[in-house]
C-alpha cells in the first residue's frame, strides 16, 4: 500500500536538497534514498561544482546509499527525487535494483522515459507527480534567474 | 578520416585495463580516454571492489577525464572501450557530448543499442568491432571462469 503522507515527508527532504543546490548555483535535483523508513542517503546535484557531468544526485546517492548498507544492491530501498530521472541515472537506478522510485516532476525533453523506457529492473515500481508543483517551481525559478 | 591503426593501439590500452579488472575478479571492462592523441584518462571496472554499481570503467574514465582537462565537456575526445556501452554509461557519455565512441564487443544483451538507441550527443561518431576478437574472448574467459 502507498502511504502518500510518507511519500511527500521523503520527497519534502529531497526538494530541501534541491534548494541547496539551487543556492549553489547548480540545477536544482534533489535525491534521497529511504531502506526500511531511515533515510540512508541524501544528495544533490553538483555537475558544476565538481565539473562532472556525471554528478547527478540520484547517481551520488545510489553510490552513498551502497556504502552506508554494505552492499551494491538497493532491492530494499525507495529513491525519491525531484525530477524524473535521466537515462544515466535510470542506469544506474537498474542496475542497482531498487524497489520503488518516486520521482516529483517529469521531464520531458531529458527523462528516461523518452530515451529508454525500459531501463529499470523488472521489478521497480514508479510513482510520478509527488510534490510535483513545488518541484516545477523551484526548476522554473532557477531557469527564470538564468535568463 | 579513421586511422584503424591507432584505433588498434588505443583499443590495445583499453584490453590492458581490461586485464587488470579481469585478474582482480572484476566483469573484465577497461576504457581509454583520448584527447589529441594523448591519453587524458584510463580505467577499469570496479564494481565489486567497491561495493558500487556506478563504478563502470566508462564512468570513472568520464569523471577523470574532465578532472584532467578542466571541464565537463569532452567534446575532442575519443572514449575506448572494450565491450558496449550500458545505457547509464551511454548517458554520462551524452551529457559529456564525446566527438567519437569506440567500441570493440557488442553488448545484446545490456548494451545500450538495445535500449536507448538515442541517448548519444547527436555529433558523436560511434565506430565497434575494433579487436572484437580480443574483447569477447577476455569476455568469455572471464564467465568459463566463474562457472
Redesign the interface.
Known sequence: MVDRAKDERFMRMALQEAKEAFDADEIPVGTVIVCKDRVVARAHNL?ECL????AHAE?QA??SA??SL????LTDCTLYVTLEP???????I???QLARVVFGAGDEKRGYRR??P??LHSKTEVECGVLAGECIALMKDFFAKKR
Chains 1, 2 share one sequence.
Open positions: 555537475t565539473g562532472d557531468v556525471t547517481m545510489i553510490t551502497a556504502a554494505g552492499g551494491k544492491y535521466c537515462v544515466m541515472c535510470a542506469g544506474a537498474g542496475w542497482a530515451f529508454a525500459h531501463v
